[in-house]
């Protein structure tokens, strides 16, 4: 007769939580958690703000729903750099920045962190250094952080842009939510987006969903 294995009650429940968040992609708020768990909110809560300190879970402000956070991706990452699901677009980036002769990146919106999940460089004079994450005072101001904030659900792009600190970037770079906020409106219509001298002065990229 088989035992049951002996496991640890809290961790159980931590990894329950994540569990659900990975179930559900627009986050949810402590009281459903409370309810799908069984769990008191003051006991949920306790492990979501240590998720949150090991940036496992993020929020994009405070009363907002929760979700994974950064860590989930950067774990996936390793594992995806042994031959898991990043192979599939590794060659059609690489194929890309051959033919282009420039820089490319994929990367996934997780709250609002963007991370890097498959890069291709080439040999150029400008040549920014390897980053995996990039944080909220820069989604505003990188083409692909645009392009993902375009591509959410209207009252979650609002929510999430209104919680950006737009205060880096180069001439061009947006300093109004309001403005911020149509300008994606228009990406999202047009499907790609164009960023010149946001990033800083003379850069220019171009991404799309």
Not at 157 to 184: C, I, K, W
Not at 186 to 196: D, N
Request: contains cysteine.
């Amino acid at each position: 007769m088989n035992k049951k294995k002996r496991t640890v009650q809290s961790v159980d429940r931590t990894i329950r939580l994540l569990e659900l968040l990975a179930e559900n992609e627009d986050g949810m708020s402590l009281q459903k958690l409370s309810i799908k768990t069984g769990l008191a909110p003051q006991t949920v809560q306790s492990l979501l703000r240590t998720l949150q300190a090991h940036h496992w879970v993020a929020q994009t402000e405070r009363g907002s729903p929760y979700m994974l956070g950064p860590a989930v991706v950067r774990l996936a990452g390793q594992w995806q750099e042994g031959g898991k699901l990043a192979t599939l677009a590794r060659e059609a980036v690489a194929a890309l920045a051959r033919r282009t002769r420039e820089y490319v990146l994929l990367a996934e919106l997780h709250g609002t962190t963007l991370t890097a999940l498959v890069e291709e460089r080439v040999e150029r004079s400008l040549m920014l250094g390897r980053i995996r994450e990039y944080g909220p005072e820069r989604l505003h101001n990188m083409a692909t952080g645009q392009v993902l904030l375009a591509a959410l659900e209207t009252r979650t792009r609002e929510r999430m842009v209104n919680s950006l600190p737009l205060r880096h970037g180069g001439p061009q770079a947006y300093t109004d939510h309001r403005d911020f906020l149509a300008y994606l409106e228009q990406v999202a219509e047009q499907g790609y987006s164009l960023c010149r001298n946001q990033a800083d002065n003379h850069i220019a990229a171009m991404a799309v969903p």
